[in-house]
């Protein structure tokens, strides 16, 4: 082998070794910017994870939520529904009465009006059933009417017209009047648990 030969075997193996070096040198980088990838593709999946399992708790808990809500509202629409149809109940119970026990009631309502003085109103279909000694119980129960030929716009019971003063005892006014307590007695025999 020659000088010339020598040398250039000299550069292909310090070629080869640096070749080799740098090869290993680049397996290496690329080995360790492929495990810094990894482990950071491994924390932004982590971190994923967990925003998305907060995203879905957040979304159950509003949907439960909305669904208390909706069921809370449909319940207080259903309850409100039945205090409105037993008011309604009620009503039509007093303005079906038979003519006696109709007229009792009337009674007991003048009783509490007792001492006062003036004209009674009733509806039409009322004047038409009067009971003959209806001034007369009325003066018993403490009141001192007449009744009014003009027939009041009311649905049952009556209005005493004392001067400019009127005591109305119509059966509406007085359940709306009462309303707050017949809903709470209502509730409680209906939605009592």
Known sequence: MNGGDKILDRIKAD?????????????????????????????????????????????????????????????????RSEIDITLKKILEYLLNLGDK??????????SKLSGKSGEILLNEKDIKRLPKDFENRLSQCGVKASVSSVPADISGGFILRCGDIEENMDFSALINEKSGELEDLISRELFSE
């Open 15 to 79: 070629c080869d070794a640096s070749i080799n070096e740098t090869a290993a040198k680049t397996a290496e980088i690329c080995s360790q910017i492929k495990s810094e990838g990894k482990a950071e593709a491994e924390k932004a999946s982590l971190e994923i994870a967990l925003k998305t399992d907060a995203k879905i708790k957040q979304l159950n808990a509003s949907a439960k939520s909305r669904a208390e809500l909706e069921i809370r509202n449909a319940l207080l629409k259903r309850r």
């Open 101 to 110: 026990d109709y007229f009792e009631i009337i009674y007991k309502l003048a």
